[in-house]
């Protein structure tokens, strides 16, 4: 069974009720619980993480290449723009990831227009809401059904 971990950063357990005009109205909680429904669905295991401490997405990321994780979906917040420590922990697990972003980072400040991941991401999804995590989810569960063929 495929294994897929959502990895997300700082301030996303706020979700639904900070700035609903950039990340929408759904909680984080009720985002993880259609993933699951859906991974499942599909014969995959999903686990959710979030955590407002670098040091504990690095240890998690860590913790996903000892575990046999397949694929990580990553929404590394306020990380995008500072982690290098993040950033060093999934080059050294080398486990494929899609970067998300509720909002459009480059629809707005230019500070959140640069990110420490999308080079070496497999690809990301931004500015369509919650919506972003579905479609990573999709786009993973099909590299894995491939790349497990």
């Known amino acids: 069974m495929a294994k897929i971990w959502v990895i997300n950063?700082?301030?996303l357990n706020l979700l639904g009720e900070r700035e609903p005009q950039?990340?929408?109205?759904?909680s984080l909680a009720d985002i993880a619980r259609?993933?699951?429904a859906?991974?499942?669905a599909a014969g995959c295991e999903l686990e959710d993480f979030q955590s407002n401490a670098e040091h504990e997405l690095v240890e998690r990321v860590q913790a996903a290449g000892r575990?046999?994780?397949d694929f990580i979906i990553l929404n590394p917040a306020a990380f995008t723009h500072?982690?290098?420590?993040?950033?060093?922990?999934?080059?050294a697990v080398?486990?494929?990831f899609i970067e998300v972003h509720l909002s459009n980072i480059h629809a707005r400040e230019s500070f959140r227009r640069h990110s420490?991941?999308?080079?070496i991401a497999r690809g990301v999804i931004s500015g369509l809401g919650p919506q972003v995590y579905e479609l990573a989810l999709a786009a993973a569960l099909h590299a894995v059904e491939n790349e497990q063929a």
Request: charged share 20%.
């Open 34 to 36: 259609a993933l699951r």
């Open 9 to 11: 950063g700082p301030n």
């Open 82 to 91: 500072t982690s290098v420590a993040l950033r060093d922990a999934l080059s």
């Open 116 to 119: 420490y991941f999308s080079d």
């Open 67 to 69: 575990a046999g994780v």
């Open 38 to 40: 859906k991974a499942a």
């Open 94 to 96: 080398g486990i494929p």
């Open 22 to 26: 950039h990340y929408g109205r759904r």
